[in-house]
């Protein structure tokens, strides 16, 4: 019997991500990957999987998967209703399924992505060594659809949780350090703007990067009206465009830019700000480098 499942329903997104592609910048490409790379791992973990298999991750739920075969599934992230064949049962927690048993992820009360991790990984082809979905450049596997059918890699692992936590509970207001560099010299005073602002997340905010709403970074003097040649950026990057609203780089984001990045928002918080949702309110703080 062929290991896979097969995709009754996506919800508004729902995506192959593993641990990324990185070190393709010089080809343009971006790094890609799970947004929420902790729950990503713990997801796999829970299941028996290499921490770096390939699992969905899903926007806002609604994914609804049929077992074309025995498995073991696990979902993590933010707390969220799971069901097989429309009994419930734990998030957090590696769940078994039989053949043409029905999965259903729910919508999380409070953040933004739940990640799905299957037993063996999702096995679509690799693409520059990572099976990740990259919405910028479209490498990778499509957006998932209804119909789909996502084959399974041989287990590697046994199913355990040993080391189960309780769903993160997504902040709607969060404070994040900012690295400052390396063109916070175009800024006046940028730790004092910084420490006087809070923004809001943007509607518009997507894998490329979180956009802010706020009080706009005021530019020095000297640089109002500048140009910046196109330069590489980083993930985590605070890129500040003419209108002065932030906007830092996720996953999915170019591999040059050329407006002025003001800082740099450190790895351990990003999965934190992938998880806001629409409005929730962002501080950003200097740190020294």
Do not use: K
């Given at each position: 019997?062929?290991?896979?499942?097969?995709?009754?329903?996506?919800?508004?997104?729902?995506?192959?991500?593993?641990?990324?592609?990185?070190?393709?910048?010089?080809?343009?490409?971006?790094?890609?990957?799970?947004?929420?790379?902790?729950?990503l791992?713990?997801?796999n973990?829970?299941?028996?999987?290499?921490?770096?298999?390939?699992?969905?991750?899903?926007?806002?739920?609604?994914?609804?998967?049929?077992?074309?075969?025995?498995?073991?599934?696990?979902?993590?992230?933010?707390?969220?209703?799971?069901?097989?064949?429309?009994?419930?049962?734990?998030?957090?927690?590696?769940?078994?399924?039989?053949?043409?048993?029905?999965?259903?992820?729910?919508?999380?009360?409070?953040?933004?992505?739940?990640?799905?991790?299957?037993s063996?990984?999702?096995?679509?082809?690799?693409?520059?060594?990572?099976?990740?979905?990259?919405?910028?450049?479209?490498?990778?596997?499509?957006?998932?659809?209804?119909?789909?059918?996502?084959?399974?890699?041989?287990?590697?692992?046994?199913p355990?949780?040993?080391?189960?936590?309780?769903p993160?509970?997504?902040?709607?207001?969060?404070?994040?350090?900012?690295?400052?560099?390396?063109?916070?010299?175009?800024?006046?005073?940028?730790?004092?703007?910084?420490?006087?602002?809070?923004?809001?997340?943007?509607?518009?905010?997507?894998?490329?990067?979180?956009r802010?709403?706020?009080?706009?970074?005021?530019r020095?003097?000297?640089?109002?009206?500048?140009?910046?040649?196109?330069?590489?950026?980083?993930?985590?990057?605070?890129?500040?465009?003419?209108s002065?609203?932030?906007?830092?780089?996720?996953?999915?984001?170019?591999?040059?830019?050329?407006?002025?990045?003001?800082?740099?928002?450190?790895?351990?918080?990003?999965?934190?700000?992938?998880?806001?949702?629409?409005?929730?309110?962002?501080?950003?703080?200097?740190?020294?480098?």
């Open positions: 019997m062929t290991r896979a499942v097969t995709v009754v329903a996506t919800g508004p997104l729902a995506l192959v991500e593993d641990l990324g592609r990185p070190g393709h910048a010089h080809l343009g490409v971006p790094p890609a990957g799970a947004l929420d790379i902790p729950a791992r713990l997801a973990r829970l299941v028996g999987n290499p921490e770096s298999a390939a699992g969905l991750e899903c926007l806002l739920g609604g994914l609804v998967l049929r077992a074309e075969t025995s498995c073991t599934i696990a979902v993590t992230g933010p707390s969220v209703p799971v069901t097989v064949d429309d009994h419930v049962v734990d998030s957090h927690a590696p769940v078994h399924l039989g053949p043409n048993q029905e999965f259903r992820l729910g919508t999380p009360a409070t953040g933004l992505r739940c990640y799905v991790a299957v063996g990984g999702i096995d679509v082809p690799a693409h520059l060594g990572s099976r990740s979905t990259d919405l910028l450049s479209g490498i990778g596997p499509a957006p998932l659809r209804a119909g789909d059918v996502l084959p399974l890699g041989t287990p590697e692992g046994l355990g949780g040993a080391d189960a936590i309780p993160s509970r997504p902040a709607d207001d969060l404070t994040v350090p900012v690295t400052l560099g390396p063109r916070d010299d175009w800024f006046t005073d940028p730790a004092a703007q910084l420490a006087a602002t809070t923004w809001s997340v943007s509607p518009e905010s997507n894998r490329v990067g979180l802010l709403l706020g009080d706009p970074l005021r020095a003097p000297e640089r109002d009206g500048a140009e910046l040649v196109s330069e590489g950026v980083l993930t985590g990057a605070v890129q500040v465009p003419p002065g609203r932030p906007v830092i780089f996720l996953a999915d984001h170019p591999t040059t830019g050329g407006y002025p990045a003001l800082g740099l928002v450190p790895a351990a918080h990003l999965a934190a700000l992938a998880q806001l949702r629409p409005g929730a309110r962002v501080r950003l703080r200097a740190r020294e480098s």
